[in-house]
């Protein structure tokens, strides 16, 4: 999300609150935030100030910033500023806890020693939002860790943002439990789509990737109890050096042993967190398992499974993939290095993380 730093005035903790009037001046500009709750109001200022002193909860920088009239922010005490709702986008994302039950070798956000979670913090952001979005994601952490909230938090999204749908970001092992998945399923109202992660056919691998034994069972008997319910499940596998000799196979083996999966995502890795730290033991250039990705996309085509490719270039991919490649990469996470200028295909390419413009695929070239 994005991030700024600036001074707080009288703000205890934190304060939610969204952007209801813009105002410009030849000075600088300001901001009305509205607070949850009517608890009142508080100011944004960038450029000069323009009062002498800030009676209400209120953020000030001489940095530019621009925001739209139905943003959410999170500002601190200490003067942080986080946008955490960007109102007519479908990219929005709420972190509900960083702790977590697996400790992924690759994982981008590693848990946090203090165990937090913001469930009630983002149920104030959700009765800010006055346009509802197609579709919001939930991602932590584990998300169904602390299970009762999880499905609490389910109930406000249903309050507050009718019809909008939700990608679960969830290792889904929690739902080894039968009751509990069904639980889930009931009270999502088909409206979630539970986005879960096997790395491997073996649970040797697997479990080696996310660093918990007996991960691979748990995460299987979740998804049958999921497939049992006709929930929506999108499985996910990021390719990596450990896992990418098992590509074919373990397509072979989702086609056979999950056809009630709704969609595949094979995923490019996001080089930050602990994937940057193992990066040596993790990193595969994508040019050298395209034969790979081919044969593990036609499997699923042919057993009528959709299939997407996340967190990939075009250039690096074969042309007869382009079909399946999604522009996956949030907004404010892409990046184009300067050899994409004058690629033909530059807008419809998904681009790089900004955390691997130093670290990318020696196949990278301008398409022409």
């Known amino acids: 999300m994005l991030a700024y730093r600036g001074i707080a005035y009288n703000i205890e903790g934190y304060e939610v609150g969204r ?28 450029g000069q100030p ?32 986080f946008v955490v709702f960007e109102n007519n986008s479908d990219e929005n994302a709420f972190l509900v806890t960083d702790n977590c039950n697996s400790r992924c070798v690759m994982c ?8 937090r979670k913001f ?28 299970y009762d909230d999880f499905v609490r938090l389910i109930g406000y999204v249903r309050q507050y943002l009718p019809g909008a749908n939700i990608q679960l970001l969830t290792n889904a092992r929690v739902l080894k439990d039968a009751q509990k998945a069904l639980e889930i399923v009931d009270a999502s109202d088909d409206s979630v789509t539970f986005c879960v992660p ?3 056919d073996t649970p040797f691998v697997h479990d080696a990737l996310v660093g918990v034994n007996g991960a691979f069972w748990e995460t299987m008997e979740a998804l049958h109890h999921l497939g049992k319910l006709s929930a929506n499940i999108e499985l996910r596998n990021v390719i990596l050096s450990p896992n990418v000799s098992r590509l074919q196979k373990w397509a072979d083996f989702v086609s056979k042993n999950m056809p009630f999966v709704g969609r595949v995502a094979l995923m490019g890795m996001e080089p ?9 033991t993790l990193w595969v250039d994508p040019v050298d398992y395209q034969d790979e990705l081919k044969e593990a996309v036609k499997n699923f085509v042919r057993t009528g499974i959709p299939v997407s490719i996340f967190n990939h270039q075009l250039c690096v991919v074969h042309e007869v993939l382009w079909q399946y490649c999604v522009k996956s990469i949030c907004n404010w996470k892409v990046r184009y290095i300067d050899m994409c200028t004058d690629c033909m295909k530059k807008e419809l390419c998904g681009g790089i993380f900004f ?3 130093d670290k990318h695929s020696r196949g990278i070239q301008a398409i022409k």
């Not at 813009?22 to 608890?39: C, M, N, Q, T």
């Not at 953020?59 to 925001?67: A, C, K, N």
């Open 19 to 46: 952007v209801d009037l813009v105002k410009e001046d030849d000075k600088g500009i300001s901001y009305l935030l509205a607070f949850p709750a009517e608890r009142g109001f508080g100011l944004i200022r960038c």
């Open 50 to 81: 323009n009062v002498g002193v800030f009676t209400s909860p209120a953020w000030y920088s001489t940095q530019r910033i621009i925001l739209k009239d139905g943003d959410i922010v999170r500002i601190n005490s200490v003067g942080d500023l």
């Open 108 to 115: 981008p956000q590693p848990p946090c020693v203090h165990q």
């Open 119 to 146: 469930y009630e913090e983002v149920k104030d952001i959700l009765s800010l939002v006055n346009v509802v979005p197609e579709v919001i994601a939930i991602t932590g952490g584990e998300p169904l860790l602390y």
């Open 198 to 200: 096997l790395y491997a």
């Open 272 to 280: 930050i967190g602990l994937a940057r730290k193992n990066i040596e």
């Open 355 to 357: 955390a691997g413009v």
